[in-house]
């Protein structure tokens, strides 16, 4: 599974390199039978594409990690709005280095970055920010795209309205998600986990907090054992799309 071979550049990359900082953005030009105008942009491209792989992961403070493939079902929507099928591909006329992706369903796309070689090799980051209540405990978020466009096999798909919309092939990319801990989190996590296994003592919006962080890891996953939480050091999954 390329996803679970892919875990340890992953880490390379994400601990060892600082990457490339970027913010990420979000904007909507209406579904694919109105395509976002050419005045703006100097590359439209159309790709079809969706997920076969998925797994998840977790990394320890001992430098030991845990991956484990995971059902397609339990993909996150974050992911899922950008790379919608068919999605487009854009090239800015006033900033052609920080290309994106933007779905052609969803008001959601992400920066992204192609190479020399014509390679999508990108690393984004959020900024740095609390955890949950203590001061000494930070989180980002990473995200990881390195893949390619395969264009030998265009077509065209039909639109909402009818419309033979042309799209230049698939892409083939590998997209990986990182939320990494920082400082001390011993008090966060302790909370956490009360309140993930105990939602009565804890708010609606404390227990909706720690489920969004877990349920993945833990519930669906399986490749996370709440005991083992005060450990880590960064929550992981990644995705194959083809």
Same mark, same amino acid.
């Given at each position: ?9 992953? &880490?390379?990359?994400?601990? #060892? ?8 953005? /979000? ?11 050419? &005045? ?5 491209? $159309?790709?079809?594409? @969706?997920?076969? %792989? ?5 990394? *320890? ?10 059902? +397609?079902?339990?993909?996150?929507? @974050? ?10 591909f854009l090239e800015p006329k006033d900033d052609p280095e920080n290309a994106y992706f933007l779905s052609t ?10 190479? @020399? ?10 900024? @740095? ?37 042309? *799209? ?24 956490? #986990?009360?309140? *993930? ?7 609606? %919006?404390?227990?909706?907090? %720690?489920?969004? +962080? +877990? ?5 669906? /996953? ?12 960064? $929550?992981? *999954? $990644?995705?194959?799309?083809?």
């Amino acid at each position: 599974m390329q996803s679970i071979n892919r875990i340890n550049s992953i &880490s390379v990359k994400i601990f #060892a390199l600082g990457g490339l900082i970027m913010g990420f953005a /979000g904007c909507r030009f209406g579904n694919y039978s109105d395509p976002p105008p050419s &005045s703006k942009f100097k590359t439209i491209e $159309l790709y079809r594409t @969706e997920p076969k %792989a998925f797994a998840t992961a977790v990394y *320890y403070s001992d430098n030991t990690n845990e991956v484990r493939e995971t059902s +397609l079902s339990a993909l996150p929507a @974050e992911v899922l709005m950008v790379y919608s099928d068919p999605v487009y591909f854009l090239e800015p006329k006033d900033d052609p280095e920080n290309a994106y992706f933007l779905s052609t369903t969803h008001d959601a796309s992400t920066l992204t970055r192609v190479n @020399e070689q014509g390679k999508i090799d990108s690393v984004l980051h959020s900024e @740095e920010v609390p955890l949950w209540k203590s001061t000494t405990c930070t989180t980002k978020l990473t995200m990881v795209q390195e893949g390619e466009f395969d264009r030998s096999t265009p077509g065209v798909i039909p639109s909402s309205r009818g419309q033979m919309i042309p *799209y230049q092939g698939r892409l083939k990319i590998g997209v990986t998600m990182v939320r990494s801990f920082m400082g001390d989190c011993t008090d966060d996590f302790a909370d956490i #986990a009360r309140c *993930y296994q105990t939602p009565a003592g804890c708010t609606p %919006a404390e227990v909706d907090g %720690a489920r969004a +962080l +877990l349920d993945l890891y833990v519930s669906y /996953g399986q490749v996370l054992r709440i005991e083992d939480l005060s450990r880590v050091k960064a $929550l992981v *999954y $990644l995705v194959d799309f083809e």
